[in-house]
């Protein structure tokens, strides 16, 4: 299938502020080529099998959320206010306990909605329950992700290898499916819930069969401690020692790293999943952003969970992520509107080793199309453009959403997904948790 996307202005690399006007060819899912309207060709029109008018939209890379867990996510609101231990401890574990399969599925496909309506067409989700399932509303929806069995290791031996061969069914069932819009990831929860052994058995099926892990790592002064007492070593040096960063990985907060650790992971090529709203509501800290950048660690942008976000609203994050740096460091240069833009969109695909995040040729046609014709976005001029995308636009401005050229959300209304059925399904519901 070649479609040309017509009259658009487009965003084509959110790093450094490149626009294009004009169309975008897009041929079996993946940008070919880009060109402008005073070289129009009519031979490769007639090519191409149908065309999509832009004119008046600002077109700019789908947004890469790099950590999340969607299986909980009919348990927003319940335990707001709390410090992470005691909410995963009191709140979010005995809660968990009690989801049905039903319960999961209705989760995944309410924060996939939220998600495309939002803007993000490739998210990375951790979760224990029922992830074959999650696998399958992700490809009926047509959404990008890469998924994977979160394993906490505090059990026995053989629950500890129950649960790591599951996630390596999840993997060997799911990994590059529809034409690669799938990916399956090695999900240890953290260096706090798995026992050392019990990594390295990770790593080893890891190196085994190539494939990236992700991990919670240093979101509380407190776990940090704890780490220290217990091994003697700081959690990110500890995942070294053990051998874990000799897999691509991809870490989540990191709000309490040294200096030392910061440069490790960019040695060790790294990249950390910023998320601030979340760290800010659970009082877990404000990672050192620029820090993390300057030593050369690819900084992305992840949401978290609605449990401790509470919405999936990348536009929202990357805002958050942009001004909490120029409040906590008093300083207004400490992260530019166009950094905080790529973490949202260049830096996932760059930390997932995913061609999304920037609409290039040979990248995948993942992309958004927004609205500046608001009373927030006056004037709308090229040059402002970047600023009004972080500092002025909400969530309710993006109109269309495209995974590989094919629409998810037209004109605001979602395709893939049955909006008014799962509400309806989850009003039903009796509530299942206290808050």
Known sequence: ?????????????????????????VEDGVITSFQSMDKFNHNEQSLCDKEVDLEGKLVLPGFVNTHGHLGGSLLRGVGDDLPLKEWLETKMWPNEARLTQEDIQLGAKVAIAEMIKSGTTTFVDM????MHDVCGIVEKTGIRAALGRGMIGLCSKEEQEMKLQAAIELYERWHKKDDDRIRILLMPHSPYTCPPE????????????????????????????????????????????????????LAAHGVHLTDSEQQLLADRQVSLSHNPVSNAKLGSGIAPIRKL????????????????????????????????????????????????????????????????GRLQPGMKADFITMSTNTTRHAPAFSERLISHIVYSSQSADILDTYVAGEPLMRDRKLLTIDEEAVLKAIHAMKEKTPD
């Open 1 to 25: 299938m070649k479609t040309r996307f017509r009259n658009g202005q487009f965003l084509t690399s959110p790093s450094e502020g490149e626009f294009f006007r004009g169309d975008m060819i």
């Open 127 to 130: 979760y224990h329950l029922h």
């Open 198 to 249: 019990f990594l390295k058995r990770i790593v080893e099926e890891a190196r085994k069969r190539g494939i990236m892990l992700h991990t919670h790592l240093s979101e509380t002064r407190a776990e940090v401690t704890e780490h220290v007492e217990k091994y003697g070593q700081t959690p990110a040096m500890h995942l070294d020692e053990l051998g874990f960063f000799e897999q691509p990985t």
């Open 293 to 356: 950048m300057d030593a050369g660690v690819i900084v992305s942008l992840g949401t978290d969970s609605v449990a401790s976000n509470n919405n999936l609203d990348m536009l929202e994050e990357l805002r958050f992520a942009n001004l909490l740096q120029k409040a906590y460091h008093e300083k207004a240069t400490e992260l530019t509107a166009g950094e905080a833009l790529a973490m949202a969109t260049e830096n996932g695909g760059k930390a997932l080793q995913w061609n999304v």
